[in-house]
């Protein structure tokens, strides 16, 4: 069992920047992958970002060019870098880890509030 802690949320204006963490119990060296969803109030939760074990990013069309996704193996942590920031990126951010055997683990979120 892994356990994911999101952190880094809170309110910003519009124009900001926030980095968000996500903290693992144990390494993520191994993972397939890690990423991030979120979910705003009354909708769906939508895929984000995902960055694979090799390296390799992808983004949400919504969010290409204003947001990076990294990790610190060393810490086990995943970041998301969230810069222009903007009312429509309100929502509840989740990371999530696909472990080597393709289990899926989800953190409990963190909120981002963008005021315009």
């Known amino acids: 069992q892994v356990q994911l802690v999101e952190s880094g949320g809170g309110l910003v204006q519009a124009g900001g920047s926030l980095r968000l963490s996500c903290a693992a119990s144990?390494?993520?060296?191994?993972?397939?992958?890690m990423g991030w969803y979120r979910q705003a109030p009354g909708k769906q939760r939508e895929w984000v970002a995902t960055?694979?074990?090799?390296?390799?990013?992808r983004y949400a069309d919504s969010v290409k060019g204003r947001f990076t996704i990294s990790t610190h193996n060393a810490e086990n942590t995943l970041y998301l870098q969230m810069n222009m920031l903007k009312p429509e990126d309100t929502a509840v951010y989740y990371c999530?880890?696909?472990?080597?055997?393709?289990?899926?683990?989800w953190g409990q979120g963190t909120q981002v509030t963008v005021s315009s």
């Open positions: 999530t880890m696909y472990d080597a055997y393709d289990r899926n683990y």
């Open positions: 144990r390494s993520i060296f191994s993972v397939n992958a």
């Open positions: 960055i694979t074990s090799g390296g390799s990013t």
